[in-house]
């Protein structure tokens, strides 16, 4: 029987609700001009630094989304500027 409490959000859920707080797609301050995601399956929960958001950009030469970043929650929302609404 398990222990855990029915409203307990698992890790990824709340990464998931957490990822859900940026635009789907935003800029960087310092790449203005450049589109920037974040990789919902790169990213991950650390007990020891919380979560870690990889953030890709898109490579318009190679026509695809690379990984470019890893970092944390609030240092992303210090450095992104949003530019579209993130669907549900």
Do not use: K, Y
Request: aromatic share 12%; proline share 3%.
């Amino acid at each position: 029987m398990s222990t855990e409490q029915p409203s307990m959000l698992s890790e990824r859920q709340l990464l998931d609700q957490v990822i859900r707080t940026f635009s789907a797609e935003f800029g960087l301050r310092a790449f203005p001009g450049r589109r920037f995601q974040i990789d919902t399956r790169g990213s991950f929960f650390s007990p020891h630094s919380g979560f870690q958001l990889v953030t890709q950009i898109w490579c318009e030469e190679q026509g695809r989304w690379l990984d470019f970043a890893r970092g944390g929650v609030e240092e992303l929302r210090r450095e992104c500027t949003n530019t579209t609404q993130h669907g549900n």
